[in-house]
């Protein structure tokens, strides 16, 4: 793994008018899994489909429908467990968490509340080089997501899609171990990076695929190492949970402007009531949910139309034994393989799609360079086009042609740029594309000599001059370069210059 | 564990079932009966008895990734009380 130590963050820590506090954060992150199928019926996982079309009549809650759970789905989850190193419960169940709203037509989410299929792992939360937070895993368990009401279609109706309800959703729940909103986005910047290499999530936060419930608290210096020690929550604050943040802007103003109003309310000599709360961007604050209040008691029970879920240890080695190398490691590799700085290690492998891409570039060739050239050129004229990688013009095959031809002296950094530049747009073989445009550095000594002796021969003021001051030898090699049109090779002209005038 | 008129009302009221307040008294009578007999239960011995879900031995079924059912947008909005544009129309909910 890393070679790398690292030491954890200093907590951030909040001046209020009284006295000083910390914050004390965990998360509850819904990912949905990444399968075809519905968690326990055949309906499609497809987004944004006519309403109501990926509805089966297990979905609707139809009298008499029974679940049947989708294999794959477990799967993901084990390798989404293995992915965080957490341990596999080979038996899980499931149990029903009992409540009304109209996006849920059965009364109650099938969830794993006793028994979930992933126990305790952890997620390396890198935050500057070598300083980084390791956040646990409390589980992870297997559940049905809810479908989606519009209120803004009528003035006395909401509307109802139920293609959403059923979807398989991971809730990967951490200990308290995140101390500021920017570890908390970090955190999740992390985790949706592994479910993306793992190929368990989409992790698109944008659609919802990936949401966050903030748990937040706040307490005074030195309660939260307390806790750590002990693991007694009464050394914590009272904890308000923000529910459903699916952006790392609004996550950051909600876990701020929380952290505020608890800190105002707790030096005004006030409790703090444990509750639910939602996030309005638009007036930049969080207010209560009363209505999930009212709910809160799910007389949970285990489900009696599933029988508890038994899975092999062979099975569970079978999928360890498919596991994709993870950015941790490909991170640390890339770092003592190809002799990247921890940066440029980190933008590379940020995606699979990068990370792919460089190592195809960066194979047998100089890394550093190979770095230089897809992160600055690539990543560059991509960014500013606004494409990904997964548009580039340009493949792997001709950038790695063009480092060639510059390894090989064939042209210059200057030439490789142009040559970039003409393959982005143009496409063709970087070989042919810089013989066909005439882009050579001359390397013939003879040509590079030729010229030389001509301008020593016709100005003998310059050669006196460069004897005295050896730095103003540099007019022959720039009279040279323009001479043979800026194909010759800078260094081996240096190099000849100084010879031929015995500097 | 006897059932008050308060547990009586808020179990009522969860699970979304009207009940007048003169028949709660009666309705916690009979919840309690019912919990009595389920605590006879409790009474039988089951140290050292691994808990069963299932009288015959069973793995519980699985189902392969692949889009079988849906598309049927019509049926599954067929007893609506009220559907319009193929959404369920229900009275507004707003948080």
């Not at chain 1, 987004?47 to 679940?67: C, I, K, R, T, Y």
Request: with cysteine; proline share 5%; glycine share 8%.
């Amino acid at each position: 793994m890393l070679d790398v130590t690292y030491s954890p963050p200093k907590p951030k820590v909040i001046a209020g008018a009284r006295q000083d506090w910390e914050l004390v954060i965990g998360m509850e992150i819904h990912a949905q899994v990444a399968s075809n199928a519905k968690l326990f019926s055949g309906a499609s996982t497809q987004f944004g489909a006519e309403p109501n079309s990926n509805v089966a009549f297990v979905d609707a809650a139809m009298p008499g429908m029974l679940p049947v759970i989708n294999e794959f789905c477990v799967e993901l989850a084990v390798r989404t467990g293995l992915g965080l190193k957490a341990a596999i419960n080979l038996r899980s169940a499931f149990d029903r968490k009992n409540y009304f709203y109209p996006d849920l037509p059965q009364g109650y989410q099938i969830s794993q509340l006793y028994h979930p299929i992933v126990g305790e792992g952890e997620v390396l939360v890198e935050l500057a080089p070598g300083v980084a937070r390791l956040v646990r895993i409390e589980r992870i368990h297997l559940e049905q997501d809810a479908g989606k009401s519009i209120h803004d279609m009528d003035p006395t109706q909401s509307f109802v899609d139920f293609n959403r309800t059923g979807v398989a959703l991971m809730e990967i729940v951490s200990r308290p171990d995140i101390r500021s909103a920017e570890e908390a986005t970090a955190y999740v910047t992390k985790l949706r990076q592994i479910l993306r290499y793992l190929g368990t999530c989409d992790g698109n936060m944008q659609n919802g695929n990936l949401r966050a419930d903030v748990n937040v608290s706040v307490c005074p210096p030195g309660q939260y190492e307390k806790f750590q020690a002990t693991q007694d929550f009464s050394h914590l604050g009272t904890r308000c949970e923000i529910k459903n943040m699916n952006s790392m802007r609004f996550m950051t103003q909600a876990i701020d402007y929380e952290a505020r109003r608890q800190i105002a309310i707790l030096e005004d000599g006030g409790t703090i009531t444990q509750e639910t709360r939602l996030y309005d961007p638009d007036k930049g604050e969080t207010r209560s949910m009363r209505s999930k209040e009212e709910a809160h008691d799910y007389r949970y029970f285990p489900d009696p139309d599933l029988l508890p879920l038994e899975i092999e240890q062979a099975w569970v080695d079978d999928i360890r034994a498919s596991m994709p190398e993870l950015p941790d490691a490909k991170k640390a590799r890339f770092m003592s393989g190809f002799g990247l700085t921890d940066y440029d290690a980190n933008v590379l492998t940020a995606d699979l799609e990068s990370a792919g891409f460089f190592e195809a570039v960066a194979q047998g060739r100089d890394g550093k360079q190979a770095a230089n050239w897809v992160i600055n050129e690539l990543f560059g004229r991509l960014n500013k086009e606004g494409l990904t990688i997964a548009d580039t013009p340009l493949s792997a095959a001709q950038l790695g042609g063009v480092l060639d031809l510059i390894a090989a002296g064939t042209i210059s950094g200057k030439m490789a740029k142009d040559l970039f530049d003409i393959l982005w747009t143009e496409g063709g073989d970087p070989a042919e594309v810089a013989a066909a445009r005439g882009m050579q550095q001359v390397t013939d000594t003879g040509a590079i000599e030729a010229a030389l002796d001509a301008l020593i021969a016709a100005n003998p003021d310059q050669v006196a001059k460069a004897q005295q001051n050896a730095k103003l030898a540099g007019w022959f090699t720039g009279q040279v370069l323009k001479a043979t049109g800026g194909k010759a090779n800078p260094a081996v002209v240096n190099a000849m210059v100084a010879a031929k005038l015995g500097l | 564990m006897p059932i008050d008129t308060d547990t009586a009302r808020k179990v009522a009221k969860l699970a979304r079932i009207r009940v007048e307040e003169t028949d709660l008294a009666a309705l916690a009578q009979d919840l309690s009966g019912i919990i009595g007999f389920m605590e006879q239960l409790n009474e039988v011995d089951v140290t050292g008895v691994e808990p069963m879900t299932s009288v015959t031995p069973m793995r519980l079924a699985r189902r392969n990734d692949v889009v079988t059912d849906g598309n049927i947008q019509a049926a599954v909005l067929a007893n609506a009380p009220d559907a319009r544009e193929g959404f369920f129309a229900v009275p507004k909910v707003v948080e």
